[in-house]
């Protein structure tokens, strides 16, 4: 029997045409459709819970229905093209940097290769300048000159059921960590035509459960799990009980309390579910260490803001319900927890939405007399800046040995690090209480590249995604874990906590992960501590 | 003139011409090609280690339990990818060919293409240990999907507040 060339190994594995051939495209990127199938789309809104997003004031979420991706009819709205092409319109005169965005691109490829999703998948429209082309090209035909007479040659396009399915699958195939934005010459924010696609999408009822379910209890109840205060309060308390058990000092709490000095906000996530519990844990061990006079509140229950990966105005709902209840219970300033879209929302949007959030003071740490300037506008400062400064004027004691089972690695999550730039103090606070090492300089600081599971793609359903997305990120800490014996990953972001461990358990088993406080809490002295020995910190099980 | 010898010789070019069959199997082949940084060009960058390190074994009669790192470099990126398995696999098979095309080409080493039993068969225990590489890494993603939902970041959505467990009709007592 003759040798079977090369080409025809490939052909005799694969049925029809595929990826695995190899063949070069014949076709247009634009001819190429979006195939939906089982494991590569996370799932669509529960129709009830757009209607009741729908319902509430200051939101808009119409069209809500049944549908499913993989049917060929989205039961779209009889005049669904029209509400796409006017809500583009609307924006483009809302949004200067949209029309910026769409205008000044010139296709220079330095975005091509920075997207963790194309990195993971090599598909063409992961790079960010092809996801941004998706809505361009709309924008070519329907309001530039050269679209409109040159069509195809201008790069331009049709709005079509094909290209809003387009649309669909490739706006959840980014997580807006923005990396892309840093090596752009024109600073072009990807992610921002991202926020837009989504935008236009739930014009027409298109959105997904895993984002829009949060929103809805976010909107209802203050948390993204839809916990009523009195749930709320429960959990912290037992985290406060577990302080007791593990160190011997039993934190102070309040809740609601009206005139305390701070508020803090934290993500939910942090009170409820491993491994950010234990964050949570170290956030209550450090303000009992520092006699800090602050409250939590079981409503502004939530920093997370999922709104930000919905529409600017369920943003901007969300956001201002923290600032609503630091005016309702009449705190001078708010500390805020490790989370990363927060921050974003804080540090780039709250201002023009929300702020200047006048009623609240400049913060002054009550400890240091630091003033944080930074926050003079929005009036909230990081868990961390704040720790760090703490650390700096040497208010806090602590035995790095109680790390010892630990060597530490850190994640910049794309949030606090590319939108608000805390890059230093995270590392500041790591340098004086644990054995840590950096992960290699093109992915970390500015270029960290993304869990792969942001801006709500952290659901179960599309697992193989996040791991090929969340790939450039393993790939890195599986280097520090083969050279360094790295076995804890430290982020100050409350989706990292959740979805890293998932990342590590599949590309880097034996890498746990953390947040920053709960390390700064296990190396912690405390006043009148009776400690036992806690071989793993605070998730030891006594 | 011995096959060791011509392994040697040959080694680089019959090793790029593998990446490039197995990276060509991306619609971004270019790229991966081309990115040598590990940290810029983790598909690409990986394979390409993977693939020198196990031609090396391939080529001087390893056991075959030594292929197993380099087969798991390859295949726990490929088995998340959009690949049936067959896909996931089918290039490793490619070096046989590769090598046989390579070596019948050189005018002087012609004739090492029949003493290329031994090779080949270990190139066969290499695709069918792949085969299991990519089940264990496929029950472990499966394993981390359980791990997400007994967690309790499920709760996130798909559970609701204690207080909606309550029947929703009054129970008449």
């Known amino acids: 029997?003759?040798?079977?060339?090369?080409?025809?190994?490939?052909?005799?594995?694969?049925?029809?045409?595929?990826?695995?051939?190899?063949?070069?495209?014949?076709?247009?990127?634009?001819?190429?459709?979006?195939?939906?199938?089982?494991?590569?789309?996370?799932?669509?809104?529960?129709?009830?819970?757009?209607?009741?997003?729908?319902?509430?004031?200051?939101?808009?979420?119409?069209?809500?229905?049944?549908?499913?991706?993989?049917?060929?009819?989205?039961?779209?709205?009889?005049?669904?093209?029209?509400?796409?092409?006017?809500?583009?319109?609307?924006?483009?005169?809302?949004?200067?940097?949209?029309?910026?965005?769409?205008?000044?691109?010139?296709?220079?490829?330095?975005?091509?290769?920075?997207?963790?999703?194309?990195?993971?998948?090599?598909?063409p429209k992961n790079m960010p300048v092809m996801r941004a082309e998706l809505l361009r090209s709309v924008y070519r035909n329907d309001f530039t000159l050269a679209g409109k007479i040159l069509g195809k040659m201008a790069g331009a396009r049709e709005m079509t059921v094909a290209v809003l399915k387009e649309w669909f699958m490739y706006s959840y195939q980014c997580t807006e960590c923005r990396r892309c934005s840093v090596f752009c010459p024109y600073g072009i924010d990807t992610a921002e035509v991202t926020m837009m696609l989504r935008e236009l999408l739930h014009l027409v009822g298109v959105g997904i459960n895993w984002v829009l379910e949060p929103v809805s209890n976010s909107n209802r109840t203050g948390n993204h799990m839809g916990l009523q205060p009195h749930t709320f309060k429960d959990n912290v308390e037992f985290l406060v009980d577990d302080v007791e058990s593990l160190t011997g000092v039993r934190p102070n709490v309040s809740f609601n309390r009206k005139g305390a000095e701070v508020l803090?906000?934290?993500?939910?996530?942090?009170?409820?579910?491993?491994?950010?519990?234990?964050?949570?844990?170290?956030?209550?061990?450090?303000?009992?260490?520092?006699?800090?006079?602050?409250?939590?509140?079981?409503?502004?229950?939530?920093?997370?803001?999922?709104?930000?990966?919905?529409?600017?105005?369920?943003?901007?709902?969300?956001?201002?319900?923290?600032?609503?209840?630091?005016?309702?219970?009449?705190?001078?300033?708010?500390?805020?927890?490790?989370?990363?879209?927060?921050?974003?929302?804080?540090?780039?949007?709250?201002?023009?939405?929300?702020?200047?959030?006048?009623?609240?003071?400049?913060?002054?740490s009550p400890i240091t007399g630091t003033v944080f300037e930074n926050a003079a506008s929005t009036k909230m400062v990081h868990i961390s800046e704040f720790t760090a400064d703490l650390i700096k004027h040497g208010k806090l004691k602590f035995d790095k040995s109680r790390n010892s089972h630990v060597k530490a690695t850190y994640h910049d999550s794309c949030n606090t690090a590319r939108a608000m730039g805390l890059l230093d103090e995270p590392r500041y606070i790591l340098d004086h209480i644990v054995d840590w090492v950096e992960m290699p300089e093109n992915t970390i600081r500015e270029q960290t590249f993304c869990c792969g599971s942001g801006t709500g793609l952290n659901t179960d359903e599309i697992m193989e995604l996040r791991m090929r997305s969340g790939l450039p990120r393993a790939n890195a800490v599986k280097y520090v874990h083969d050279k360094h014996d790295v076995n804890m990953l430290a982020c100050v972001c409350a989706i990292d906590r959740a979805t890293l461990t998932s990342l590590m358990d599949y590309w880097n088993p034996g890498v746990r992960v953390c947040g920053i406080s709960e390390l700064l809490a296990n190396a912690l002295v405390l006043e009148g501590e009776n400690r036992a020995d806690l071989d793993d910190g605070f998730r030891t099980m006594l | 003139m011995d096959l060791a010898e011509g392994f040697r010789n040959h080694r680089e070019k019959i090793v790029n011409k593998w990446v490039e069959y197995t990276l060509s199997t991306y619609v971004s082949s270019g790229f991966f090609v081309r990115e040598r940084d590990t940290f810029a060009n983790p598909v690409g960058a990986n394979i390409r280690q993977a693939l020198e390190k196990l031609f090396l074994l391939l080529s001087k009669g390893a056991d075959a339990k030594e292929f197993v790192p380099p087969l798991e470099q390859i295949i726990s990126i490929r088995s998340v990818q959009e690949f049936t398995p067959s896909q996931a696999v089918a290039p490793l098979n490619g070096v046989k060919h590769i090598t046989r095309e390579i070596f019948a080409a050189d005018k002087e080493r012609k004739q090492l293409v029949n003493e290329l039993y031994d090779f080949e068969f270990a190139v066969d225990l290499a695709v069918l240990a792949a085969f299991d590489i990519y089940m264990h890494y496929r029950e472990r993603l499966y394993q981390v999907r359980i791990n997400e939902i007994k967690s309790g970041s499920h709760i996130l959505t798909d559970s609701r507040c204690p207080s909606n467990l309550l029947p929703e009709k009054k129970i008449i007592l």
């Open chain 1, 264 to 364: 803090f906000i934290t993500p939910s996530a942090d009170v409820f579910a491993e491994p950010g519990l234990y964050t949570a844990m170290g956030y209550l061990t450090l303000f009992e260490a520092i006699g800090l006079d602050y409250t939590w509140s079981t409503y502004a229950s939530e920093g997370g803001n999922f709104g930000l990966f919905t529409n600017n105005e369920t943003m901007k709902k969300l956001n201002a319900k923290m600032y609503a209840e630091a005016k309702r219970l009449g705190v001078k300033y708010i500390i805020g927890g490790e989370c990363g879209h927060m921050w974003r929302v804080v540090h780039q949007y709250m201002d023009t939405m929300n702020g200047p959030a006048d009623f609240l003071e400049k913060p002054v």
């Open chain 1, 1 to 123: 029997m003759a040798v079977p060339k090369l080409e025809q190994l490939s052909k005799s594995v694969v049925q029809g045409p595929s990826l695995a051939t190899g063949a070069i495209p014949t076709m247009d990127w634009m001819e190429y459709p979006a195939v939906f199938k089982s494991g590569n789309y996370a799932y669509p809104a529960k129709s009830e819970k757009v209607a009741y997003l729908d319902s509430q004031s200051g939101l808009h979420f119409p069209n809500s229905r049944e549908w499913s991706p993989e049917d060929d009819d989205w039961k779209l709205p009889a005049d669904w093209k029209e509400i796409i092409l006017k809500g583009l319109k609307e924006r483009l005169e809302k949004f200067r940097s949209l029309k910026i965005f769409m205008d000044c691109c010139v296709r220079c490829g330095a975005c091509a290769d920075k997207c963790h999703f194309f990195l993971g998948t090599g598909d």
